[in-house]
């Protein structure tokens, strides 16, 4: 028995239909894009129009449950305007018919379309102006409806198709009042195809309304969609979510000038995940709204495809919020949508993921380490602290906290610590790093939750460490010690391997460790004025200048009466194979010389206090460091030069080191005598 296609599928859902759920046929498919979007010719039997198929649906074209020929049934559907062109927007079908042949003689539907009162089946006429709920002559007439004119469908014949679905009455939506609209029998022969009721309206409707469609219609709200059916084909949505995570604010600079951002990711009750931004003054409207935990609806906005360098959500899309989007507060906490989604992996898992990638992890936090101040690759100080991790798996990892929260949940977790409790930590959103092991970062996008008590997850792993787990051996994923205290990835070398290795010429920096002495500080200038103004979590410490009786930053535009003084320590390093120049800036500065450089500065040029600058300048000279060094080779004016950098300056564990050097013996011995018995 042949498949029966909705009639007239195409001129409904053309009219403003989203509740028909049409039986339609594919009458082609074609994959374009680089973002793989599938677009359709759906046909109705007799007109047929583009669609465009919602990325959550590729895989029934990728695996051929849909292709040329299937019939099936659209149950989520919108249709959009884009470039002047309606299209279909599938979000979700279900295949009747696998294939078949083409029904009917199909033609395309734009100009030569129906009028959406002849398009429409007898007894439904008019229904889409209203929806399903207010065909002609059931339920309440809107206010502003006019009296319904004496109309049989059986009178009416099809007329030529038109530009875009027209009623006969156009005062019908104009407000116009028309209750005698005049038919001609004679002219309702089906041999005149051209036939259109002709109507007398009072007076011309406001050239403002022309082709505009209903007000109705442009006023009503915007339809909640799910966050999984979003796309850039949509000209009106809205998500009802929950924010699950909050950026901080973060300044950029680019060839259209300095700016500012933050974004936040978004959960609904159907478990899509996406990730919304917002920039300059767009920010400084929504900033301050935006609360983790708390629901919102969001609409207007435009979606980009997702840059899934930075964004690890699932979905295709971000959204960027401009200054025609809203963004309301629900007061009523929705209990369908969860206040968070996890993925847990077992730490055991971590050491085979690869290095940039986001995951979830869960375990007890069985150390923590101060936090400590440590200069960026921009210039910029912030907070690092670390912390170790094991679950189940017999393995346990480094967790390293960056920025405000190293003072929140890491010095709250710090404090459980000393008290005697092991909390249970969950990592939402952590970034997978190899540079020494394998090691778990926070970003801007992570959030910790301490001692969660809705996970199942986190009472799993509290009795696994209550019943014994406590006190179970396990191996780090983060450090693999050598003899000597050194890590497995640590690289040792001389000063003179640094030249004649060619360190730092290649395109990323060496980081190498040198057990070095220093043999000269220069004293002249050792230190530069900074700016000490905040940047979000950051100090700018950008060098400044005098500016009257204050001081002056560039970059931040202001003035201040005090500035900040830094580090910028040119130093001689040697050891038994030959001697180079390093720099060292704020942290490793006072570990080398062991006060701060505004202290240094005030002794020597306030206190004028000459004997003691030298006497700690001259303390620290001839001692032994391990010096942990970034090389890398940079321009100077047309020159290229070789960097090296002290990133950290630790005293010489004699003891530890010691061991390491009986360990490199070893080696060379069973080297050595291998190498005699061959």
Not at 76 to 99: F, G, H, P
Not at 264 to 289: H, W
Not at 339 to 357: C, G, H, M, R, Y
Request: aromatic fraction near 8%; hydrophobic fraction near 35%; glycine fraction near 6%.
């Amino acid at each position: 028995m042949p498949v029966q296609l909705t009639p007239n599928a195409v001129p409904i859902i053309n009219g403003g239909d989203v509740n028909l759920k049409p039986l339609m046929q594919v009458t082609d498919v074609k994959l374009i894009g680089s973002q793989e979007r599938y677009r359709l010719l759906l046909s109705d039997g007799v007109w047929a129009q583009h669609a465009m198929v919602a990325t959550q649906l590729n895989e029934l074209f990728k695996t051929g449950r849909v292709r040329k020929g299937s019939v099936v049934q659209l149950t989520e559907y919108i249709c959009s305007e884009v470039q002047n062109r309606k299209i279909i927007v599938a979000l979700n079908m279900e295949t009747i018919v696998l294939d078949s042949e083409i029904i009917g003689n199909p033609k395309p539907y734009g100009e030569s379309g129906p009028t959406a009162q002849t398009a429409l089946p007898k007894n439904n006429f008019q229904q889409s102006a209203y929806g399903n709920n207010h065909m002609m002559g059931q339920g309440p007439v809107p206010k502003w409806q006019n009296p319904r004119p004496s109309f049989h469908p059986e009178n009416s014949v099809p007329s030529m198709p038109s530009a875009r679905p027209t009623y006969q009455s156009e005062s019908f939506y104009n407000n116009v009042p028309n209750p005698r609209p005049t038919f001609r029998p004679e002219m309702s022969a089906p041999s005149v195809p051209n036939f259109r009721a002709t109507v007398q309206p009072s007076y011309q409707p406001p050239p403002q309304y022309k082709n505009r469609g209903t007000v109705f219609k442009n006023e009503a709200p915007a339809r909640i969609i799910p966050i999984n059916a979003l796309n850039p084909y949509q000209g009106r949505w809205a998500i009802k979510a929950r924010v699950t995570a909050k950026g901080d604010q973060r300044r950029y600079n680019n060839a259209r000038g300095d700016g500012k951002v933050f974004s936040f990711d978004l959960l609904d009750s159907e478990g899509g995940e996406i990730r919304v931004t917002c920039f300059n003054a767009v920010l400084d409207r929504f900033y301050d709204i935006i609360e983790v935990g708390r629901v919102y609806l969001i609409s207007k906005g435009s979606l980009k495809p997702a840059q899934k360098n930075f964004n690890h959500l699932k979905s295709d899309w971000e959204i960027t919020l401009d200054a025609s989007s809203t963004v309301e507060l629900c007061p009523d906490e929705d209990g369908s949508i969860p206040a968070q989604l996890f993925d847990f992996k077992p730490i055991s898992a971590v050491e085979s993921a690869e290095s940039n990638s986001i995951l979830d992890v869960i375990g007890v936090v069985t150390s923590v380490n101060p936090s400590t101040t440590i200069l960026r690759k921009n210039g910029m100080e912030t907070q690092r602290r670390i912390l170790h991790l094991k679950d189940w798996s017999g393995m346990s990892v480094e967790i390293t906290l960056w920025g405000e929260v190293c003072n929140r949940e890491g010095q709250r977790l710090e404090e459980m610590l000393a008290s005697g409790v092991f909390p249970v930590l969950a990592v939402k959103a952590g970034k997978v790093n190899d540079f020494s092991g394998k090691s778990i970062g926070t970003i801007h996008s992570t959030r910790l939750y301490i001692d969660p008590p809705d996970l199942p997850e986190a009472r799993q792993v509290r009795d696994w460490f209550d019943r014994g787990g406590k006190d179970a051996a396990s191996v780090s994923i983060s450090k693999e010690f050598m003899p000597g205290g050194v890590t497995k990835n640590e690289i040792r070398k001389t000063v003179s391997q640094i030249k004649d290795e060619g360190l730092g010429r290649s395109d990323k920096p060496d980081w190498v460790t040198v057990r070095a002495t220093i043999s000269f500080i220069k004293t002249d200038s050792f230190c530069y004025t900074a700016c000490p103004l905040m940047i979000g979590d950051r100090q700018c410490s950008k060098k400044v200048s005098r500016s009257g009786d204050g001081w002056q930053c560039d970059r931040c535009n202001q003035e201040f009466e005090e500035c900040d003084y830094r580090y910028l320590l040119q130093a001689q390093i040697q050891d038994s194979t030959g001697l180079t120049w390093v720099t060292a800036f704020q942290e490793s500065g006072a570990e080398i010389l062991g006060c701060t450089a505004k202290e240094l500065y005030f002794l020597k040029y306030d206190g004028q206090d000459e004997e003691k600058f030298a006497d700690i300048v001259r303390s620290s000279i001839f001692n032994h460091f391990m010096l942990k060094l970034k090389i890398k080779e940079e321009l100077y004016g047309d020159e290229q030069r070789v960097k090296i950098t002290v990133v950290k300056a630790d005293t010489v564990n004699y003891s530890a080191e010691s061991r390491y050097m009986l360990d490199v013996i070893s080696k060379f011995s069973r080297c050595f005598f291998w190498v005699l018995s061959i």
